[in-house]
């Protein structure tokens, strides 16, 4: 299996902040990583995919960069909406797939 | 828009089996384009793809519980479904199944772009 590790596995941080997760996977996936926001009681949120495609309707403070084994997600600005769990997930091998650990964004 | 909906058991016994059904509507089961998938996720830890099927049957599921899974799929009820059996304590978990866009040569390819709720399955006697 392809592990993926993400760091770190909470921050706190305020309204405006820029926030960077790291997403690194144990071999490389090429850029067959996608990210996705949680949040208690709703339907996971999927945002980007190709490692740095948004998916429709994805606000544009939200980006991805990266390829091969590294890739960060990175808000721009933090809205009070974007306090969330964020999850990677690697699509590379297509017949084990794997997410990361998971990062909580908390209130500061 | 297509919606998908999660429904079974709360509560399932050790050593039973689990088994929980996709309901999708808005759009059909039988697309194509697209795997029908599961993900679980114990509390306080991170996600775990369970398995995906094709509207024609063909499957992959997770090594980790091949064993033990079953994922079949009714065109006809636009339902695909989770068995999952001998099951103890570790599976405790919620449960979401989600579509995935099948093409291989896509980046999105087994993403998981639309989700349902989830539903939370507790294993105890």
């Known amino acids: 299996d392809i592990q993926m590790t993400q760091s770190p596995s909470s921050l706190s941080a305020s309204v405006g902040d820029r926030v960077t997760i790291t997403c690194r996977a144990s071999q490389s996936i090429a850029r067959f990583l996608n990210w996705y926001q949680l949040k208690p009681g709703k339907a996971p949120k999927f945002l980007i995919y190709g490692a740095s495609t948004l998916q429709s309707g994805v606000p544009s403070r939200f980006s991805g960069s990266g390829s091969g084994t590294d890739f960060t997600l990175t808000i721009s600005s933090l809205q009070p909406e974007d306090f969330a769990t964020y999850h990677c997930q690697q699509s590379y091998s297509t017949s084990s797939l794997t997410f990361g650990g998971g990062t909580k964004v908390e209130i500061k | 828009q297509l919606q998908l909906q999660e429904s079974g058991p709360g509560l399932v016994k050790p050593l039973e089996t689990l088994s929980l059904t996709c309901t999708v509507s808005?759009?059909?089961?039988?697309?194509?384009?697209?795997?029908w998938g599961w993900v679980r996720q114990p509390p306080g830890k991170g996600l775990e793809w369970i398995g995906s099927?094709?509207?024609?049957?063909?499957?992959y599921y997770n090594p980790s519980l091949k064993n033990r899974l079953t994922i079949s799929i009714y065109t006809s009820k636009n339902q695909f479904s989770l068995n999952l059996s001998s099951v103890t304590a570790a599976d405790t978990a919620v449960y979401y199944c989600?579509?995935?866009?099948?093409?291989?040569?896509?980046?999105?390819?087994?993403?998981?772009?639309?989700w349902g709720l989830g539903t939370m399955v507790t294993v105890s006697s």
């Open positions: 989600a579509r995935q866009p099948a093409g291989y040569s896509d980046y999105d390819r087994f993403a998981f772009d639309i």
């Open positions: 099927i094709y509207y024609s049957g063909s499957t």
């Open positions: 808005g759009g059909s089961i039988s697309n194509s384009d697209y795997y």
